[in-house]
């Protein structure tokens, strides 16, 4: 059985679009740490430079921070659909993934069953033997003239 050149997961990524690769990252992204902090940092500061008096003069979105609103809102407009596109493509994939180990599966049960059909007929072949070898000597200890 030939194995093929590259995993399946590779092959899977390489028929992959554009769209659904970045859809996959966004996510990817977005589900991290690294992403919760940089957004707890940006809260953080956003309310620090909008609440403190000696930022007044600077203050581009006051309590109770109308403009944040809107831009988390957005955000969680933008986010949302690429997590569930990506999360549709995790479902493709597992269900390939799902079908790939069960083709696997079938195909090596049909090779050990192959295999133990062939023990089965050595073993049978082997015991043949043996008792064709058990039967030699008790015929030849009978003598000629009395059977």
């Given at each position: 059985?030939?194995?093929?050149?590259?995993?399946?997961?590779?092959?899977?990524?390489?028929?992959?679009?554009?769209?659904?690769?970045?859809?996959?990252?966004?996510?990817?992204?977005?589900?991290?740490?690294?992403?919760?902090?940089?957004?707890?940092?940006?809260?953080?500061?956003?309310?620090?430079?909008?609440?403190?008096?000696?930022?007044?003069?600077?203050?581009?979105?006051?309590?109770?921070?109308?403009?944040?609103?809107?831009?988390?809102?957005?955000?969680?407009a933008y986010s949302s659909p690429l997590?569930?596109?990506?999360?549709?493509?995790?479902?493709?994939?597992?269900?390939?993934?799902?079908?790939?180990?069960?083709?696997?599966?079938?195909?090596?049960?049909?090779?050990?069953?192959?295999?133990?059909?062939?023990?089965?007929?050595?073993?049978?072949?082997?015991?043949?033997?043996?008792?064709?070898?058990?039967?030699?000597?008790?015929?030849?200890?009978?003598?000629?003239?009395?059977?």
């Open positions: 059985m030939r194995r093929p050149s590259k995993t399946w997961h590779a092959m899977h990524t390489a028929n992959s679009t554009s769209g659904e690769r970045i859809a996959d990252h966004v996510a990817a992204f977005i589900g991290s740490w690294q992403f919760i902090i940089i957004q707890s940092v940006i809260f953080v500061v956003w309310v620090i430079a909008n609440t403190i008096w000696l930022f007044e003069r600077y203050q581009f979105d006051p309590y109770p921070f109308i403009l944040f609103n809107l831009f988390m809102s957005a955000e969680a997590i569930l596109m990506s999360q549709n493509r995790q479902a493709d994939r597992d269900r390939e993934q799902a079908q790939h180990d069960y083709d696997t599966n079938v195909a090596a049960k049909e090779e050990i069953e192959t295999i133990l059909r062939e023990l089965a007929r050595l073993e049978q072949q082997k015991l043949d033997k043996i008792l064709t070898l058990l039967e030699r000597p008790a015929q030849a200890a009978v003598p000629p003239g009395n059977g």
